[in-house]
């Protein structure tokens, strides 16, 4: 009995294990998958990227606009698209979306 | 002879993490027979799979289990490999392990943890999931992600650890193994926990055997089996024994759960210790093709995955036998005759995985 | 490829399967696969790590005998495979009758292969609108 007494005391005496996360944030490990960032300059709008992407979060088209666009709900945050991607125009961002 | 009553257990239960309905027979307070009521997270993956292609499958069978994984893409990737008869590299070998290791280490905490909480020792759950912790930090700075690692692919492993990480995990496993030293005696030697965990839901080795049950749950009744003995990834060279008890309750479960996350800390250490240098992956332009069945040893015990190629990007079948839907047979067994405020330990002593066993 | 199989019958499947019992094979587990014109039924048995299989060949349509009487833990994937593909399993010791993984509005035996049948995803509408 009493065996986790000590601890209970250790805990006492010692600092907080968790943060109080808004006003205070852990920082991002380096290679951490936070969000999926494109530079639109180099991208040359092949589609490849949407095409193997295992859950359908990104969108590409050609007409009229060359536009690409992320849907951050459905992406998975895999990488597999940064990968895949010829002109290596995609990268992680290590910090993750902030909920707002 | 009073009657016989019948009372839900869960699917929102206290002591579930995820939802499974036990019809529970009840002759007063003792338990003659328990009938499991799944369904609630089935998702259709295995057709989902089949309408992908098997790159993207190897993203998609993380996400049959939030917690191994790792072990079902590293099962999966075997899998394909062994059907398109690719060797991946010696070093991707040893970063399996080291990432399957990692894996298991956190789950156990996680179902210790749990069981910890199950039977009201609040405390010690919370201190085993603060050292579960350190684990997922090792696991976020090697890979980038917490849990859905996606490290593993069909020939090989994604991404390298550098010698900088490696020493990380190391540093880690010390923090790790220092607090477990303070948390374990209490989760095995202390008198309360005995008094819930002792001579509750016994299987004995027959029933065991009969039920198909597998993982810590068939260790702990004396049955030795264990796939990593079997050696695949780099497992053949890192010598793993089977970590066998013979009580069959649900300490000897817990004890077992608490021996092999010891056994993880030493065998990350050796393969750390002789991790090759070399590359990480074998690049490969053919389709899977044929039948094959891959094991795997999981936190929870043995997976199987079957799968059927048919030299196309797609896969005609895939089908996942996790290690929990194994085990609900012996749960049953062990639910016979026990009484009904044990029902909530034993059903998370054999480590209950839903999302898997329906997927 | 898989090794140890043996090609077994509606009618000798449940000596079979007695047979492997007392020789000290542990069940494994139960695979169905639809292969067009019949489904494929594997049975897993499992001795020192060796993988031990018997391959059946059903008929669509026909029913397949039970062996949860023999191996109680078969029962679960027995009803598993009477959910998705629709096979009427004869003799369960537990049936659930089709309601074991899914419920009343679920898609109906969806693993299998109905022609023109497929899941439509809600990034592509388009695409699996045209297979139909």
């Known amino acids: 009995m009493f065996t986790l007494i000590g601890n209970v005391f250790k805990n006492l005496r010692s600092k907080y294990a968790t943060r109080l996360y808004p006003y205070e944030v852990r920082e991002s490990f380096a290679g951490s998958r936070g969000k999926l960032e494109i530079d639109p300059d180099i991208c040359i709008y092949c589609g490849i990227c949407a095409k193997r992407c295992p859950a359908n979060a990104i969108a590409v088209t050609r007409k009229p606009d060359k536009t690409w666009t992320l849907d951050p709900y459905r992406c998975i945050v895999c990488s597999y698209c940064i990968d895949v991607c010829p002109k290596k125009c995609l990268h992680m961002n290590a910090k993750h979306r902030s909920p707002e | 002879m009073a009657k016989n009553t019948i009372i839900p257990f869960g699917p929102q239960h206290p002591v579930l993490p995820e939802p499974i309905q036990l019809r529970l027979v009840l002759d007063e307070e003792r338990v003659v027979s328990a009938i499991p009521v ?138 790790v193994e220092k607090e477990m030293d303070e948390q374990m005696p209490v989760l095995l030697n202390d008198y309360s926990v005995k008094q819930r965990l002792c001579g509750v839901g016994i299987l004995d080795k027959q029933t065991a055997y009969e039920r198909g049950a597998v993982g810590p749950t068939a260790r702990a009744s004396g049955i030795a089996m264990d796939l990593r003995t079997h050696g695949y990834a780099a497992y053949g060279e890192l010598a793993v024994e089977p970590m066998v008890e013979t009580d069959g309750d649900c300490y000897a479960r817990t004890k077992v759960r608490v021996r092999e996350l010891y056994q993880s800390i030493s065998i990350i250490r050796k393969a750390i210790g002789q991790i090759p240098a070399g590359p990480i992956n074998v690049p490969f332009k053919t ?29 005609e079948r895939l089908r996942v036998r996790t290690p929990t839907f194994a085990n609900i047979p012996p749960v049953l067994a062990m639910l016979a005759g026990c009484e009904l405020a044990d029902v909530g330990v034993i059903v998370i002593s054999i480590d209950p995985c839903i999302s898997c066993t329906e997927r | 490829m898989i090794n140890n199989v043996e090609n077994i019958t509606v009618d000798n499947l449940l000596d079979k399967v007695a047979s492997k019992l007392p020789l000290g094979f542990r069940f494994v587990t139960m695979t169905c696969v639809d292969c067009g014109e019949h489904f494929d039924i594997l049975y897993h048995f499992d001795k020192n790590y060796e993988l031990t ?46 309601r074991f993984l899914l419920t009343e509005t679920a898609p109906e035996r969806p693993l299998c292969r ?3 049948v497929m899941i439509v995803e809600a990034g592509k509408p388009a695409e699996a609108a045209e297979v139909k």
């Open chain 2, 38 to 175: 799944v369904g609630y997270v089935h998702r259709g993956l295995e057709k989902l799979a089949e309408q992908k292609d098997f790159l993207q499958d190897t993203y998609l069978i993380e996400r049959i289990c939030g917690i191994c994984s790792f072990i079902h893409s590293l099962t999966y990737s075997m899998g394909i490999e062994s059907m398109m008869g690719l060797t991946p590299p010696p070093r991707a070998q040893y970063l399996r392990v080291i990432w399957s290791e990692l894996h298991r280490m956190h789950s156990h905490l996680l179902a210790v943890g749990l069981l910890a909480d199950a039977f009201g020792f609040e405390n010690l759950f919370m201190q085993l999931w603060r050292t579960r912790e350190h684990i997922m930090d090792a696991m976020e700075a090697t890979t980038g992600a917490r849990v859905m690692l996606g490290t593993c692919c069909p020939g090989g492993v994604r991404k390298d650890i550098d010698p900088e990480l490696l020493k990380f995990i190391l540093t880690t496993l010390v923090t």
């Open chain 2, 287 to 315: 389709k899977p093709d044929g039948e094959v069945i891959m094991r795997a040893e999981q936190p929870r015990g043995e997976v199987l995955y079957y799968l059927k190629g048919n030299g196309s990007d797609m896969l």
């Open chain 3, 53 to 98: 299989n018997f391959r059946l060949g059903l008929k669509k349509g026909e029913p397949l005998p039970s062996i949860s009487g023999l191996i109680f833990a078969a029962l679960v994937v027995e009803n598993e495979i009477q959910d998705l593909f629709g096979i009427k399993v004869n003799g369960l010791a537990l049936d659930y009758e089709g």
């Open chain 3, 114 to 116: 109905v022609p023109g």
